[in-house]
């Protein structure tokens, strides 16, 4: 019985844990959808991508990218934004894989195609999130690229939900500062 016991002590301190981190992450994806909300032009938006958004996620690059519809070499317009030529984005996704991965977020390491367009960095990128953003019809695609240092941050075993939410709340701002 006290075996018993101790295995069921055990789980539960396990589920409780898991409760404790599902919380906290939630809050911080709460707390970064808020921040996404307070600037009140475009360039405050982008800025805040860097400056209060990025800190509040606990990663070191968060960069917004999107198609021009150009063949032209990829550009910098602000620190946060890179505008690319059609095809980079569906690129950028794929990883240097032949297969396409579809439009669905992915959590892996950094991939050599990605590295650039995190842009500087104080440490090197070493896991990413890649979440595509589907802007609507004839618009072209955008992607939001979240770099961390830390090999373990960004999984393809974790779950998404979080960040899926993150990232529709980001497509929807995002469309709303386009339409201006």
């Given at each position: 019985l006290e075996t018993r016991l101790d295995r069921l002590e055990t789980a539960h301190e396990s589920v409780i844990s898991a409760a404790y981190d599902n919380q906290s992450g939630m809050n911080t994806i709460?707390?970064?959808?808020?921040?996404?909300?307070?600037?009140?032009?475009?360039?405050?938006?982008?800025?805040?991508?860097?400056?209060s958004v990025a800190p509040i996620l606990r990663v070191e690059t968060l960069r917004l990218i999107m198609e021009s519809g150009t063949t032209s070499p990829p550009r910098?317009?602000?620190?946060?934004?890179g505008i690319?030529?059609?095809?980079?984005?569906?690129e950028l996704i794929s990883g240097g894989r032949r297969a396409p991965r579809g439009d669905d977020?992915?959590?892996?390491?950094?991939?050599?195609?990605?590295?650039?367009?995190h842009g500087a960095s104080r440490a090197p990128i070493r896991s990413e999130?890649?979440?595509?953003?589907?802007l609507g019809a004839g618009r072209f695609p955008a992607l939001l690229l979240m770099g961390s240092a830390d090999l373990s941050r960004f999984n393809p075993a974790h779950g998404t939900d979080l960040l899926r939410f993150f990232g529709q709340a980001f497509r929807l701002v995002l469309i709303s500062w386009l339409r201006e």
């Open positions: 709460h707390r970064a959808v808020l921040s996404l909300l307070e600037p009140m032009d475009f360039e405050a938006f982008l800025e805040n991508l860097e400056s910098d317009v602000a620190g946060p934004l690319v030529p059609t095809g980079t984005v569906a977020i992915i959590l892996r390491r950094a991939a050599e195609q990605t590295l650039p367009h999130a890649l979440l595509p953003i589907d």
